[in-house]
């Protein structure tokens, strides 16, 4: 053995650690373009069971495309001008209520009644209040403050640029995916090619309908939550029936987070009328009930057969790892690895 040998092996691997730390510094200043291109590929996905269908009864493709895609715009289009100057105003009239609710109720009176759900030796309302009365009156934390508001502001601008990006990478995603796929076998041997295929297909078409049936979910709760809420002279019906729409696409845990925030809102703006918000939970309790007895199994029996452990640790580290992206894509994740383990790791034992 040459003496250069174990220098030359320590230098390798210098270079090797090197390398892989700058991969990962890449990977993490591309995790936001990584996140849109996921999401993208994540509704395409969904939107190409409609595609097909479409294509089934004998509309080219490139005209289904541009037919499902209106459609799409078309929904978001319509819930902006539709739903979100509803949901503005009321959530005006939310704000406002809550400060009339704040400037009836004086001072003294307003600490009296926190203090007396907390023992003072354990903490004191008043001096706590002092505190934050100081805290706002140091010009610093003023502009602190203010840079917070202009940090929001900023966030909102880039939650519109973000969606306008996913939906121009959708339409390409949803254009070419037929074409991804054909590259994509072609890489494969040619002896396994044809099984390859069918188990990428079975994927596309279990991920398409769980989207699909996600949303559905998601819709018949926001719908239903709107009308309810309505008939029981809930307060700002449409914007808790939006809240109820956006929990119910976050699988698992987002109804009943959705629920919760709704009867617990109601509970503070109607503190007056208990039989509103006692209505309004027993409402939520019956329908989650349904919506995971009922609804879910037969949306998405035909989408992916995942055990209900697998579920629950799917989306907590789906969750964990992307946020609230992870959490969808978790679910049909853990349906593709069960699907592969079944269709090839199963078989190959069984052969040997």
Do not use: C
């Not at 509309?59 to 289009?77: K, N």
């Not at 580290?317 to 959490?327: F, K, Q, S, Y």
């Amino acid at each position: 053995m040459k003496i250069h040998n174990p220098f030359r092996l320590g230098l390798l691997a210098g270079l090797g650690v090197l390398v892989a730390l700058l991969i990962g510094g890449a990977v993490d200043q591309l995790s936001t373009i990584l996140t849109y291109v996921g999401a993208a590929i994540f509704i395409a996905l969904g939107l190409d069971p409609v595609v097909s269908w479409l294509e089934n009864r004998r509309v080219p493709r490139p005209a289904a495309i541009v037919i499902v895609f209106a459609a799409v715009l078309g929904a978001v289009v319509g819930v902006v001008f539709a739903i979100v100057p509803v949901i503005i105003s009321q959530a005006t009239v939310l704000i406002t209520n809550l400060v009339t609710y704040l400037q009836s109720v004086t001072t003294q009176e307003f600490v009296d009644n926190l203090q007396a759900l907390v023992p003072q030796n354990v903490f004191d309302v008043q001096q706590g209040l002092d505190s934050v009365l100081d805290f706002l009156a140091n010009p610093d934390n003023v502009l602190t403050i203010g840079g917070g508001v202009l940090a929001v502001g900023v966030a909102i601008g880039n939650g519109v640029f973000a969606t306008i990006v996913v939906l121009i990478l959708t339409l390409y995603f949803t254009s070419s995916l037929a074409v991804f796929k054909r590259g994509l076998y072609q890489l494969v041997p040619a002896s396994q090619r044809v099984r390859f295929a069918d188990i990428a297909e079975q994927i596309s078409t279990s991920v398409g309908r769980y989207v699909i049936g996600q949303f559905t979910l998601a819709a018949i709760n926001g719908i239903l939550s709107f009308v309810f809420l309505s008939v029981i002279g809930a307060q700002q019906p449409a914007v808790f029936a939006f809240i109820a729409f956006l929990g119910s696409i976050i699988p698992l845990v987002g109804t009943i987070s959705g629920s919760a925030v709704i009867v617990l809102a109601q509970v503070i703006l109607l503190p007056g009328s208990p039989s509103t918000w006692v209505t309004a939970a027993i409402w939520y309790l019956v329908y989650m009930q349904v919506e995971a007895y009922l609804l879910s199994p037969r949306i998405m029996r035909r989408a992916v057969r995942v055990p209900g452990v697998i579920v629950v640790i799917a989306a907590l580290v789906g969750g964990t790892l992307l946020g609230v992206l992870g959490a969808l894509i978790a679910i049909p994740v853990a349906a593709s690895v069960l699907l592969i383990i079944r269709e090839v790791v199963v078989p190959r034992q069984n052969a040997r």
